[in-house]
């Protein structure tokens, strides 16, 4: 059974920081691409970022990180991080680990969720 399980969201305050993990299991993700995704009250899910192996680990992020997200894997533990510095109250919204083997923004994969709060 294939499962995806976040962890690290919170409330935190506006300009804090917030690092979600999402430990993978029952197969192997090693090539697979791995992202996140949010989705916000009243809004429809959007991406996020995602991380690929591959040429060092390729990247990519949504417009509205701004460089103020990192994404990271650690495939000897199975696990994805996502580091979320400058927290805006836009932020604010459930984020979902994904996994795909091929396309993330179509991902198989989702875990259930973690809900992250940025308060004024």
Do not use: H
Request: a neutral charge.
């Amino acid at each position: 059974q294939v499962l995806l399980v976040e962890s690290g969201g919170g409330l935190v305050q506006t300009g804090g920081s917030l690092r979600l993990s999402c430990v993978a299991s029952g197969r192997d993700f090693s090539n697979y691409v791995m992202g996140w995704f949010r989705q916000a009250p009243g809004k429809e899910r959007e991406f996020v970022a995602s991380f690929t192996w591959g040429n060092g680990g390729l990247t990519d992020y949504a417009d509205f990180v701004q460089g103020r997200f990192t994404i990271s894997r650690n495939n000897a533990k199975n696990t994805m991080y996502l580091q979320m510095d400058s927290l805006k109250r836009e932020d604010t919204g459930v984020y979902f680990c994904v996994a795909d083997g091929d396309n993330v923004r179509a991902s198989k994969y989702w875990g259930q969720g973690t809900q992250v709060t940025v308060s004024s």
